[in-house]
């Protein structure tokens, strides 16, 4: 059943289709709208017609790749956007940092994982105002902290606060700073979403 009534509107795309499918029926069972399409070009075509929330995107597609569509989204629709992806290259990195995704997940994906991570997202796009307790400083919260953030609310269940409060004292602990904590963790889950060799 899709409610879609309050959580959001998601566009993803993929050039899969059964990836495509699946995304599609797993986030439509956790409550959110959800429009989709296989290439670049129609995603844009979407998200002009329906102004999304946030774009889940593939990054290798024919024609536009997920980079293209990105850059359109952030230039001229002010959208969040995370991306999914086989690849996880330092090329492929630093262009979504260079982007500002708030979120990357390395296929092959559990729909059981990404839920979580677009909880994340929605909480950090649309959900500071709502929250009780702001961060130490008035900055938006960095990308890598967003992200690390989001890694343990899934891993751990936690909210978004205490798991933020839990990297800062990890941080505390190590004598690092929290962006740099960020970043280990962020790298840690990289090299464990890499296929076996």
Request: hydrophobic letters at 45%; proline letters at 5%.
């Amino acid at each position: 059943m899709v409610t879609g009534q309050g959580k959001g509107r998601i566009l993803v795309v993929d050039d899969d289709r059964l990836v495509l499918a699946t995304l599609t029926h797993g986030l439509s069972q956790a409550g959110y709208e959800v429009i989709d399409a296989d290439n670049g070009d129609d995603a844009i075509l979407l998200a002009r017609e329906h102004k999304p929330d946030l774009a889940l995107l593939d990054i290798r597609m024919e024609g536009k790749s997920g980079f293209d569509v990105a850059a359109y989204l952030r230039e001229y629709c002010q959208m969040p956007f995370m991306f999914l992806s086989a690849f996880s290259d330092d090329e492929t990195l630093r262009q979504v940092k260079e982007l500002g995704a708030v979120a990357y997940l390395v296929k092959p994906l559990d729909i059981r994982q990404i839920v979580p991570a677009v909880e994340a997202a929605f909480a950090h796009a649309g959900g500071r105002k709502a929250e009780p307790a702001p961060s130490p400083s008035h900055e938006p919260m960095p990308q890598q902290v967003a992200m690390a953030v989001g890694v343990l609310m899934h891993r751990y269940s936690l909210a978004r606060q205490v798991a933020l409060e839990r990297l800062e004292r990890m941080a505390a602990a190590d004598g690092r700073t929290v962006i740099e904590q960020a970043e280990r963790l962020l790298e840690a889950v990289e090299l464990l979403s890499m296929p076996g060799q």
